[in-house]
């Protein structure tokens, strides 16, 4: 990762004694440490500017396994977020959670380990149903790992389950853990896409391009199964080149066999979130496209240029592998028809197909 | 705190009765005074011409602090500040406490809304020319417009700061319009004064046929139309669709907001039960009405 620093750590008080605390204190040695309240701010922390400098170890309180907070107004996925913390120190400039999660500092949770039995009985308690989980929808499943050692336990606990699939999802190629791992089975590895323009100009501090495609081709020389999200997809004059390119890259790197999937959004954003990146990235041009306000009160591109994209992308994917688990991020059944030809209609009907990529891929 | 006032109803009043409420200063190290409290009223007094009024000589040690409380409170009593006024009290107190302290503290006194985010609006127009000042005091301008045209260029704020108050625009439309106008620019690599200047909307601001509130509401569905081409154009098809199709007096097809839903609305005026009847069996007979959610398809974004 490029430019990342912890200049300091803020041990919230509880946290002391878990092992994940223990874990980065000995990893960071000489990084100044001070001890917090739980829920305050410490000084210098500024929420506005999201302090990614700072380190909070947090004995988190909260529900661990939570529903992808979708709406009801689009086909969503019925995604599981295995909840390990929040904010990362990538600075995509588009990033939700700078009005969402509205929390300054790269914040991880000290006492996930010892809350994992929790999870494995609910996964458990639930034989005939697929749980796809995921750690990077609230910060980034692999920056931190070098410090939290995520991998380490979530691997194996999740690999000896039957019914479940842990998806890491990154921008980064820090996969040493991973390839050192001896862990396989239902692990996915993904990573999200954009094009070579908007990462260097909108995802800041993030691995290029070809990083991420050559790391994603060693996980699966290793034998990892890959997924790949082009999420926010963002129109901008050439940006069908744009996306070709990614996807050539695509191409010449990954065997497209044992991709379990691939999706597809547009930026959307909460009004709350476009004040928060005016002010932290003045100069960002995401927002000079057509948006108006989506049946859930987010920002989308109108209509026809959300199924043109998604058109073009898809039927630019088929051509490179007809079999990668195509789907669309948050979007509405005629959305779904327009742009990919089939709509799964519902949420349970998308939930279904997912987990039949699962099964499929992964064997009963 | 006080900033593009009408200094002539208090001048008139002192000249009547006299100044009732003596103002209050602060001797300087100097021996220079400080007006804490009822600066308007030395100024009416000086531009009445008087050589003297009394004045109340606050302790030499009274603490800076409560001194600019004692002003806001002074104001707050017995006026109105307006926003650049409010800001000015805002920008004093951040020299005493925290912003928090502020935001929970000074700004529901003040009545605005009490949040970081407003409090900053405030705090930024300060740094804006006189001339956006004047016209946020008078409110012409609005506040939150005034804040977004502190991003930008001296030239584009001014020309911003003409063309909301050339005419009558409500905040609401000023707020759109000025994001439009600063996204357009952006999008199209120009400056904001360069698009206000652009021959479409300067031919309306010139054009002497149409009044005041008729040229806001072209101004905006010009810059509408630059911003939203290709929904602005689905919109144009809608209606080029629908007036095709000869429906009945009265009736019209409603489509979804942005045709970001699928559901559209069917508007029927009536006065009589028979009339409704009429009406819906015509529309029944109506050929191309199964077509209406398409007329907008088709579309050629931009």
């Not at chain 1, 058109?311 to 990668?324: A, M, Y």
Request: charged residues 25%; glycine residues 6%; positive net charge.
């Amino acid at each position: 990762m490029k430019g990342f620093r912890i200049r300091r750590i803020l041990i919230e008080r509880g946290a002391e004694s878990d092992s994940l605390t223990k874990g980065i204190l000995k990893e960071l040695p000489n990084t100044p440490r001070q001890h917090v309240e739980p829920y305050e701010l410490a000084p210098g922390e500024d929420i506005a500017g999201m302090d990614k400098e700072s380190l909070r170890i947090i004995h988190f309180k909260g529900e661990f396994l939570k529903p992808c907070p979708g709406t009801k107004r689009y086909i969503c996925c019925g995604y599981k977020i295995l909840n390990v913390g929040s904010n990362c120190p990538l600075d995509c400039s588009y990033c939700y959670l700078q009005s969402y999660v509205n929390q300054p500092s790269l914040r991880i949770f000290s006492n996930l380990q010892e809350n994992l039995d929790v999870i494995g009985d609910i996964i458990d308690s639930s034989p005939d149903r697929i749980f796809r989980i995921g750690t990077g929808e609230f910060t980034d499943s692999l920056s931190l790992d070098f410090l939290t050692r995520w991998t380490d336990f979530l691997l194996p606990f999740f690999s000896r389950r039957k019914n479940c699939v842990l998806e890491l999802k990154t921008k980064t190629s820090s996969i040493k853990s991973l390839i050192a791992s001896r862990y396989r089975k239902a692990i996915v590895v993904a990573w999200s896409l954009n094009t070579p323009r908007i990462i260097a100009n909108e995802e800041h501090k993030t691995a290029t391009l070809k990083r991420r495609i050559l790391a994603a081709q060693e996980c699966q020389k290793a034998g990892f199964f890959l997924g790949f999200h082009f999420d926010p997809l963002l129109y901008y004059p050439g940006w069908e080149a744009g996306y070709e390119q990614t996807v050539q890259l695509l191409e010449r790197y990954i065997a497209p066999e044992s991709v379990i999937w691939i999706s597809l959004g547009s930026f959307r954003y909460m009004p709350s979130l476009k004040r928060a990146i005016k002010r932290r990235f003045p100069g960002t041009n995401i927002f000079d496209g057509e948006f108006v306000t989506g049946l859930d009160g987010k920002f989308r591109y109108f209509k026809p240029i959300r199924v043109e994209m998604y058109g073009k992308l898809s039927e630019r994917l088929n051509k490179w592998h007809h079999d990668l688990g195509l789907y669309l991020c948050m979007e509405s059944d005629d959305v779904w028809r327009q742009s990919l030809g089939w709509s799964p209609e519902n949420s349970e009907n998308l939930c279904s197909y997912l987990d039949s990529r699962v099964r499929k891929l992964m064997g009963d | 705190m006080s900033f593009s006032f009408d200094l002539e109803p208090l001048k008139a009043s002192i000249d009547r009765f006299g100044v009732l409420n003596p103002p209050y200063l602060l001797r300087n190290s100097d021996s220079h005074f400080t007006v804490v409290v009822g600066y308007r009223r030395l100024l009416a007094v000086r531009e009445l011409g008087w050589s003297d009024t009394v004045c109340q000589i606050l302790p030499d040690d009274f603490p800076p602090f409560e001194a600019l409380l004692l002003n806001l409170h002074d104001n707050l009593v017995h006026r109105h500040l307006n926003s650049v006024e409010k800001g000015m009290v805002l920008k004093g107190l951040t020299r005493f406490l925290t912003k928090e302290e502020i935001v929970a503290n000074f700004m529901p006194l003040l009545g605005i809304p009490s949040n970081r985010q407003t409090l900053e609006q405030f705090l930024g127009l300060e740094e804006l020319e006189e001339a956006i000042r004047i016209s946020v005091a008078m409110e012409r301008l609005s506040p939150r417009v005034a804040t977004l045209m502190g991003s930008l260029g001296r030239d584009d704020r001014l020309r911003m700061n003409d063309l909301f108050t050339s005419s009558k625009w409500s905040f609401n439309q000023q707020w759109e319009a000025a994001q439009w106008i600063v996204e357009i620019a952006s999008r199209e690599g120009r400056s904001a004064k360069d698009v206000i200047d652009e021959g479409e909307i300067v031919g309306v601001l010139n054009n002497e046929r149409v009044n005041n509130p008729q040229k806001v509401k072209s101004i905006v569905k010009i810059l509408k139309a630059r911003r939203f081409p290709s929904l602005v154009e689905a919109e144009k098809l809608f209606k080029k669709g629908l007036s095709g199709l000869s429906l009945p007096s009265g009736v019209n097809i409603i489509p979804p907001p942005s045709f970001e839903g699928i559901d559209y609305k069917l508007e029927i005026v009536f006065t009589k039960g028979g009339e409704l009847k009429e009406k819906v069996a015509e529309l029944s007979h109506l050929s191309g009405l199964e077509k209406a959610t398409e007329f907008w398809k088709g579309t050629e974004h931009r």
